[in-house]
């Protein structure tokens, strides 16, 4: 991957939406039941029609665009709208590939982009074609009504293969075209869907993701006979106590976004989240599970290999371990806390993957602006930090440019938190126009109050 060649992948005519004709909600309606009518499946992912259409619009619009990748059938998209003067870069980042969907279980045909009583129906409607087209809704109608920069530039980044991990996507970008990706701010999946507590109604703005140390634990013993189990040593009964310990979880590292989070919900921690996580347990279970997750550590077992044969008495055993990490912690921290619950003997343990969690400051001059926004459109509710239990591809555009205050929002108001998140990868994956139409709003806003 490393010397890749450089490819530009021409811009194909496509059909085209005369959006001087329609209103904002419709012209970003459209886009997304026209984004989910490309089977972006990854893998093998296939996104290279999908992007030639927003490429084409854009390109209509007046932007500069570039598709480029490391193969010719999975590009990505970098569309550039310069400014005036100079000033800082503005990225809105999104993913055009998606999970696999069964039909079966779906009650529509998750390809069909189907619009029915306000809501367009599938795969990717949430993740994360919905937040794409509102982006690029947005900057298209900004362009047409004759917007440009006052200063600095708008980037709209639409990428291939964050389902898989980015390696062909923004990983790629960010390696091999800098100039491309390279942002001041960047907007991308993670959060803004709203939560409630208390009676109070809270977006949350994704400024830290937990990083990934994968591990393997392996037990030994001696293989033999299964007809005769006391002549061998079973090495997969002695990952049975392995197992039970992970009933349990490290104890909590309460990292700085978890204990802003808890300080505005009013739930303070003051040294020790037990307290904070059993106040927020008797107001709402479904919330104290979620913050629960951004707190320290995480161990999840997820796969164990044995025998290769029903017949054999194992002689090694191996189980993989989802090890989540938030930012700050060093690998020394991490091995205290999985010794904490597996404790120090009867096991071999070697890492498979290590990536740092990953953050951007919780002050700066976007979240102020989107602070802003939120109280102006949405009056009653407040702007919360959080800290994804997972990542994103802001990662890689934290890690190639440290300058860089990338943020996860795509604000709604109709579909919570907890209507939303079962639907992320699930069946009947569907949004509401309301929700696109208002986190158009807020991009189109965006670019104009960051770049003037």
């Known amino acids: 991957m490393g010397n890749a060649p450089k490819l530009r992948v021409g811009i194909s005519p496509t059909p085209r939406i005369d959006v001087d004709r329609m209103d904002l909600r419709a012209h970003v309606t459209q886009l997304l039941q026209e984004l989910i009518r490309f089977d972006t499946v990854n893998p093998p992912?296939?996104?290279?029609?999908?992007?030639?259409?927003?490429?084409?619009?854009?390109?209509?619009?007046?932007?500069?665009?570039?598709?480029v990748g490391a193969e010719s059938e999975r590009p990505n998209l970098v569309a550039r709208l310069a400014g005036a003067g100079p000033g800082p870069v503005l990225g809105f980042l999104g993913h055009v590939d998606t999970v696999l969907a069964d039909p079966e279980a779906w009650e529509r045909d998750p390809w069909s982009g189907d619009l029915v009583d306000g809501y367009v129906w599938g795969r990717g409607a949430i993740d994360m074609k919905s937040q794409v087209a509102a982006e690029a809704a947005a900057a298209i109608a900004l362009a047409r009504d004759g917007w440009r920069p006052a200063r600095g530039e708008l980037k709209v980044i639409a990428v291939a293969d964050e389902e898989t991990g980015g390696a062909l996507g923004a990983q790629w970008l960010c390696e091999h075209h800098p100039d491309l990706a390279r942002c001041d701010f960047l907007l991308n999946e993670g959060a803004g869907t709203f939560i409630e507590y208390r009676g109070d109604r809270y977006h949350g703005v994704c400024c830290a993701e937990k990083g990934v140390y994968r591990f393997t634990v392996t037990t030994s013993g001696a293989a033999g006979h299964a007809s005769v189990p006391m002549l061998g040593d079973n090495a997969l009964l002695k990952m049975a106590p392995v197992l039970e310990r992970l009933r349990a979880q490290p104890s909590y590292?309460?990292?700085?976004e978890p204990a802003e989070l808890l300080r505005r919900l009013g739930e303070d921690v003051d040294g020790d989240a037990t307290q904070a996580l059993m106040g927020l347990n008797e107001h709402d279970p479904?919330?104290?599970?979620?913050?629960?997750?951004?707190?320290?550590?995480?161990?999840?077992?997820?796969?164990?290999?044995?025998?290769?044969?029903?017949?054999?008495?194992?002689a090694r055993a191996d189980l993989q371990v989802d090890c989540r990490v938030p930012p700050g912690l060093d690998d020394e921290h991490v091995m205290r806390r999985i010794r904490e619950?597996?404790?120090?003997?009867?096991?071999?343990l070697e890492f498979s993957e290590k990536v740092p969690g990953n953050r951007s400051p919780m002050d700066s001059e976007l979240i102020d602006l989107i602070g802003l926004w939120i109280a102006r459109e949405s009056p009653a509710a407040r702007v919360i930090p959080v800290q994804l239990p997972a990542f994103t591809d802001s990662r890689h555009f934290r890690a190639a440019f440290p300058d860089c205050i990338a943020y996860g929002f795509f604000p709604q108001r109709h579909q919570g938190f907890f209507d939303v998140w079962p639907l992320v990868h699930g069946a009947d994956e569907r949004i509401d126009v309301r929700d696109l139409e208002f986190a158009t709003r807020f991009y189109l806003d965006c670019a104009r109050e960051l770049l003037g």
Do not use: C
């Not at 927003?54 to 598709?67: C, H, K, P, S, T």
């Not at 619950?341 to 071999?348: N, S, T």
């Open 341 to 348: 619950v597996l404790g120090e003997h009867g096991y071999a």
């Open 253 to 256: 590292d309460v990292t700085d």
């Open 286 to 314: 479904r919330l104290a599970i979620l913050v629960q997750a951004m707190l320290g550590v995480s161990l999840t077992p997820t796969r164990i290999k044995a025998s290769d044969k029903i017949n054999v008495i194992p």
């Open 45 to 67: 992912g296939n996104e290279r029609p999908a992007q030639e259409h927003l490429a084409a619009q854009l390109d209509d619009a007046g932007f500069e665009v570039e598709l």
